[in-house]
């Protein structure tokens, strides 16, 4: 089993930045594959960035060049970096990792952007 925990949400102004960690505990070592979603009130969630075991990073096309996820595999936790924000970047923030035992998800962490 794996535990996920989301932190680092909050409001940001327009134009501003935040930084996101998920950390994990129990079965670490039996994770792959993780991933950062979003979702908006009444809206779909959508991938924001994912990295896999080995480093290999993706990010989706709405998102490049304003994010960046990293992994601390000594601390078992992935931040997602997030620069020029916008209104359109509130949301709720999942996190989400692959492993031997299935896919498992965190609660979330709030992002609001507003001045």
């Known amino acids: 089993q794996v535990n996920l925990v989301e932190s680092g949400g909050g409001l940001v102004q327009p134009g501003g930045s935040l930084t996101l960690s998920c950390t994990a505990s129990?079965?670490?070592?039996?994770?792959?594959?993780v991933a950062w979603y979003r979702q908006a009130p009444g809206k779909q969630r959508n991938l924001v960035a994912s990295?896999?075991?080995?480093?290999?990073?993706n990010y989706a096309d709405s998102m490049k060049g304003r994010v960046t996820i990293s992994r601390d595999n000594a601390k078992n936790t992935v931040h997602l970096q997030m620069n020029s924000m916008t209104p359109e970047d509130t949301a709720r923030y999942f996190c989400?990792?692959?492993?031997?035992?299935?896919?498992?998800w965190g609660q979330g962490t709030q992002v609001t952007v507003s001045s």
């Open positions: 129990g079965s670490t070592f039996s994770i792959s594959d």
């Open positions: 990295i896999t075991g080995r480093g290999i990073i």
């Open positions: 989400n990792a692959d492993t031997w035992y299935g896919s498992y």
